[in-house]
């Protein structure tokens, strides 16, 4: 016995934006667990603040431990764009993406899910478009 099928209803097609998507960037700590946001493009820096020096970085890493993890004040730079890369800035005690030390002043693409390591200060990348 064939029973009649129920009408599907077509989905409307869904509009694209005008404008492109801003890329939605967050660094996870892993301990303490805590999400930092990096809002719209353009390029963050990471580090550590220090009242004697000029250097205030856009994502203050001392709260959550940087200095005891041995975060630079200025430890790297996160580019956001088209692309999201990472470039260490000659840190002291170095820069790595999944346990692999990066070379200073050399960028890296990050993919979404990569461990970034500032000193011993671990952190996940989780991208969204």
Same mark, same amino acid.
Do not use: W
């Given at each position: 016995?064939?029973? =009649?099928?129920?009408?599907?209803? $077509?989905? $409307? =097609?869904?509009? &694209? =934006?005008?404008? =492109? ?10 301990? $303490?667990?805590? #999400? ?20 205030? $970085? @856009? +994502? ?16 790297? #730079? ?9 470039? @260490? &800035? ?11 030390? +990066?070379?200073?002043? #050399?960028?890296? +693409?990050?993919?979404?899910?990569? +461990? &970034?390591?500032?000193?011993? &200060? #671990? ?7």
């Amino acid at each position: 016995m064939n029973q =009649p099928q129920p009408a599907v209803e $077509p989905r $409307p =097609p869904r509009a &694209l =934006p005008d404008e =492109p998507i801003q890329p939605s960037v967050t660094l996870v700590c892993l301990s $303490p667990e805590k #999400k930092l946001l990096l809002e719209g493009e353009g390029d963050f820096l990471i580090g550590r603040f220090d009242e004697s020096q000029a250097i205030q $970085p @856009d +994502i203050d890493l001392t709260p959550l431990g940087g200095y005891e993890a041995g975060v630079s004040r200025a430890h790297a #730079k996160i580019q956001v764009g088209e692309e999201v890369r990472i470039t @260490d &800035l000659g840190s002291v005690n170095g820069t790595r993406i999944n346990n692999v030390k +990066i070379i200073p002043h #050399k960028s890296y +693409i990050l993919s979404h899910g990569d +461990i &970034l390591t500032f000193g011993k &200060l #671990k952190m996940r990348i989780e991208l969204f478009r």
